[in-house]
């Protein structure tokens, strides 16, 4: 059967100290959920990072995994961020390969999808997309042809919306 | 406080002084050793241990006898990594406990150091919260939080992880006046709107169980509990970590449920349309196959950790809390719903009567005229009364001491309830006998038991820490031996332990300070139990030879329902004859 998978994106903010994304992320290990994607941070309080969890749970696991997160001492709030109500962000890093002939076409295609060219080489060229899940799919779709030589990806940021 | 300067080991031990720590169970080594020599004139009390484990256990014991903190201390490496059973066995019973361990200096941490564990990385996941100390300075504040957290909120298991030379350093000594810890939260104060929603579904239940869980008795319950079974007319069942939090003798009391319970709870359990679930947490052991426990009951969830709530069970009515203020808020409100329609159970009651008088406890006498386990255990009950203590292995003996000895007390049945810890109840009778030092304290241990702790015989006799062990002797691995019979078509793998040749328990028992007595005929039971009874200035072990092919029953087979419950060897309980 194929079971549709739902991603929860989960905001902690957490106690800046020593040992906390250990103890955050053996949670999720010692209670089998699969984290997707992570990313760890300042505020803006020094004493206090946030850690954004991507996770593949339905909903009463997903009960269980913030009952479990709010127990650790260190854990001061937990949000989950929805896609309709936080503005949710990745980076992107990607090597293509160019050639003297393409280079003006991966230009205006990079800019026409919100893009930053980080580097002109005459072989390879480095892009950069700061942008939602679903502008960095697209992207990576249209430069498929050009010949992906290596990926690096951030996990999300969220920030939720006032308005 | 004062602004003295002293090392940090001081430190440390005036930290312990100001938490009211007044017995500490441990074993110095390299690194905790700055520790002990501040220890040395201190008023605490250090019982020197035999092995790092009976310190955890020690200290899990004197806490479960007295709900006070447990504290126990080793050092780096091999002394820390002998205290993972017992903090993870403390910390699976909510037991409120302090771990002190010895770290390397901290300049060598993470070189791979002599006598190097990463301790705080071990203990993760099995502990409340663990702390890595490398400033003196942090010393007092890391110990008044760690108290803090252990004995609060859901108790449990707190290590305190200390450089070397966060102890040898100069420091001074500043106790802090408030502890602030952002994130967390300890629950205790119940709701009284979950509570009047509680109230109205009990009201309107007609086969309603009080399914009662070690939370009663870490919250001192027990009298609340009895208030509010007697005004709503309920029946009781005590799970296993809750022996003692209800009167066996009350008429109300069902027994244990789960997997070796008596057919009058686990039936109960099942038939019921609303389990008021006060401080347990469907523990596997108790729901059996979950898809089909209680199948027709609506649950009421008392607990004070908001995790357990809906964690195996769906609650229709979650009460978070500590349980004692839940019940002191349930009772006036069960009682404000009962002034305007009292609910009857006269059918329900009489149901509950006629399942524990068709399907009482009970046990075979061997044929051979060998002793009966379940004979011995019942004696020991009998003749050491209400007030004594007891502590129990993990295995067949465990299930029969609680089954066959009547708890009437909290804090008098002592056992590793989620970890089944085998050989905690040598080293937690000592606790115990440490922390309620007028009780008697029996350790019921089965052989196999026995053998992995006994080495705290030694720390008793040299301590004046009078225990009594019964060492129910079957020569094997009894519940295991027990499967084998039942599921592995008799096919005794590596279950036999001889123990009744090698070793001679009573040798043993004298080579440790202690008197050792054995029985092995019925008619001597009582008159050697009674001779164990009177020798209270040494630690007396009898070993109890006892019918190796006893069995523990009923039993609700691992996985399967507990409507399949079993009260012999493929003999189910006749449902047809009973009024279902």
């Given amino acids: 059967m194929n079971v ?113 060219m980080a580097e002109m080489g005459s072989t390879s060229a480095i892009v950069s997309l700061t942008d939602t899940s679903t502008k960095i799919e697209a992207l990576v779709n249209a430069l498929n042809p050009f010949g992906i030589l290596e990926l690096t990806q951030s996990g999300l940021v969220a920030m939720r919306r006032t308005i | 406080m004062s602004d003295k300067k002293m090392n940090g080991a001081t430190s440390l031990v005036r930290s312990l002084e100001h938490a009211g720590v007044d017995v500490i169970f441990g074993i110095p080594g390299g690194a905790i050793l700055p520790a002990y020599d501040p220890l040395f004139d201190s008023t605490i009390r250090h019982i020197l241990v035999r092995h790092e484990q009976g310190a955890g256990h020690a200290a899990t014991g004197y806490a479960q006898a007295t709900g006070r903190v447990g504290v126990c201390m080793a050092t780096s490496g091999p002394g820390a990594t002998n205290l993972v059973t017992p903090i993870a066995d403390a910390q699976m019973d909510s037991v409120p406990m302090v771990a002190i361990t010895g770290q390397v200096p901290s300049g060598a941490i993470g070189t791979d150091a002599f006598q190097e564990a990463d301790i705080r990385g071990i203990s993760m996941p099995i502990t409340k919260h663990n702390y890595l100390v490398t400033n003196p300075a942090d010393i007092p504040q890391a110990i008044a939080e760690a108290f803090h957290i252990a004995a609060t909120g859901r108790p449990g298991v707190v290590l305190v992880d200390i450089a070397k030379d966060a102890l040898t350093s100069e420091t001074t000594f500043n106790w802090p006046t408030s502890i602030s810890l952002p994130g967390y939260r300890d629950h205790s104060q119940s709701k009284q709107s979950d509570v009047d929603d509680a109230a109205a579904l009990i009201a309107q239940s007609s086969r309603p169980v009080l399914y009662v869980g070690g939370g009663v008795i870490k ?56 389990l008021i679930t006060l401080g347990a947490r469907f523990d596997d052991r108790v729901t ?29 009515v979650a009460i978070v809390g500590d349980v004692r203020n839940t019940i002191n808020l349930l009772l006036p409100a069960v009682k404000a719903q009962y002034a305007k329609a009292r609910p009857d159970f006269t059918a329900w009651i009489k149901q509950v009567n006629s399942w524990r008088s068709t399907f009482p406890l009970g046990y075979d006498i061997p044929k051979d005229g060998s002793l009966s ?10 003749i050491s009364g209400p007030d004594t203590i007891f502590t129990a292995g993990v295995g067949q003996h465990q299930m029969w001491a609680s089954q066959f000895i009547s708890y009437e007390k ?9 970890l089944g810890t085998m050989g905690y109840a040598v080293p937690a009778a000592m606790g115990a006998k440490v922390g309620a030092p007028d009780s008697t304290v029996w350790a019921i241990d089965g052989d196999g038991c026995f053998q992995m702790t006994n080495q705290e015989l030694a720390t008793c006799a040299l301590n004046n820490i009078p225990i009594k062990v019964a060492i129910i002797n079957n020569e094997s691995l009894g519940m295991v031996r027990q499967w084998q019979t039942l599921f592995y078509n008799e096919r005794y793998s590596n279950t036999d332990l001889h123990s009744k040749r090698v070793p001679d328990f009573t040798k043993l028992a004298d080579a440790m300070g202690c008197i050792g007595l054995r029985c092995e005929r019925p008619e001597d039971v009582d008159k050697t139990i009674e001779k164990a009874m009177s020798i209270n200035d040494q630690p007396v072990v009898v070993d109890f ?9 009923p039993m609700v087979a691992a996985g399967t329902s507990n409507d399949e419950i079993m009260v012999a060897r493929e003999l189910a309980p006749d449902w047809d004859s009973q009024d279902l």
């Fill in chain 2, 288 to 316: 059996g196959k979950l898809s089909t426990f209680a199948p027709v009951a609506k649950v009421i969830h008392a607990d004070i950790d908001p995790a357990e709530i809906g964690k195996n069970r769906k609650a229709d």
């Fill in chain 2, 373 to 382: 386990p379940q004979y011995v255990i019942e004696r020991l009950g009998k």
């Fill in chain 2, 219 to 274: 919250s001192n319950a027990s009298r609340e509990l009895l208030a509010l079974a007697e005004a709503s007319g309920i029946p009781v069942v005590t799970t296993l970590m809750a022996r003692g939090a209800f009167p066996d003798s009350h008429p109300l009391h069902l027994g244990m449920p789960g997997m070796h319970g008596t057919v009058a709870a686990v039936t109960a359990l099942q038939k019921s349309d609303l």
């Fill in chain 2, 410 to 418: 909290p804090r008098t049945w002592l056992n590793s309830g989620g």
């Fill in chain 2, 545 to 553: 030879g006892v019918f190796r092919d006893a069995m523990v029953w």
């Fill in chain 1, 4 to 116: 549709q998978r739902t991603f929860h994106t989960i905001s902690v903010l957490v106690e800046n100290r020593s040992g906390v994304l250990a103890r955050v992320s053996a949670l999720f290990s010692r209670r089998g959920y699969n984290i997707e994607s992570l990313s760890v941070g300042p505020t803006q309080d020094p004493q206090f990072s946030r850690i954004t969890i991507v996770v593949s749970v339905e909903g009463h696991a997903l009960d269980q995994v913030i009952q479990q997160l709010d127990k650790l001492v260190n854990v001061i709030a937990i949000e989950e961020m929805h896609e309709s109500s936080s503005v949710q962000i990745e980076l992107l890093l990607v090597r293509v390969s160019v050639t003297a002939a393409n280079q003006e076409k991966l230009r205006t295609l990079v800019a026409e999808h919100g893009g930053k």
